[in-house]
């Protein structure tokens, strides 16, 4: 297991990484994650990574689900155009419970990855990075306007 001190510094590297646009550096620093961690390790980089999805999210739709009983949804369209992909729709679904509050859809998604074995959840967080930086990088960019809804892709 690795520490919280060491595990944080790790995080944050990934997501340098990943933000720099080093995706392979990222790669090889999570796979010091799994070698040397477990399991909720990586749920902690996935969670990580959907934060920083949110802040970018909240730069791009800054009124979206403020108001009570408003949600993020992940439009039927855009749902069906990702289900073809399932490392993209995990990336996708994985930030919109996380937005929305719901570490029960955030964990079951995450566990799903974890049952479809090294390889594929290994694709599915580094996916999930790529998403939160196309994210961070449509957010530089200032506030979007939403045609759809939902998280975009």
């Known amino acids: 297991m690795i520490g919280p001190e060491s595990l944080h510094v790790l995080v944050q590297e990934i997501l340098r990484h990943t ?3 080093r995706p ?19 749920f902690g980089v996935c969670c990580a990574a959907a934060d920083t ?10 009124d979206a689900g403020t108001g ?12 069906d155009q990702l289900a073809g992909d399932p490392h993209r729709l995990f990336a996708a679904r994985f930030v ?5 509050g719901d570490h029960a859809m955030a964990l ?3 566990q799903a990855t974890e ?3 090294y390889r594929d959840r290994a694709e ?16 530089e960019q200032g506030p979007a306007t939403p045609d759809t809804g939902g998280v975009p892709a």
């Open 19 to 21: 933000l720099d646009g």
């Open 108 to 110: 079951a998604l995450f």
């Open 24 to 42: 392979a550096v990222a790669a090889s620093l999570l796979d010091v994650v799994t070698e040397h961690g477990d399991g909720g390790d990586l």
């Open 96 to 100: 919109t419970a996380y937005l929305n």
């Open 53 to 62: 999805g949110r802040v970018a999210l909240h730069v791009l739709f800054p």
């Open 68 to 79: 009570p009983g408003e949600e993020w949804t992940l439009p039927p369209a855009m749902a």
């Open 124 to 139: 599915a967080i580094c996916t999930l990075l790529a998403h939160v930086r196309g994210l961070t990088l449509r957010a």
């Open 115 to 117: 049952a479809a074995g």
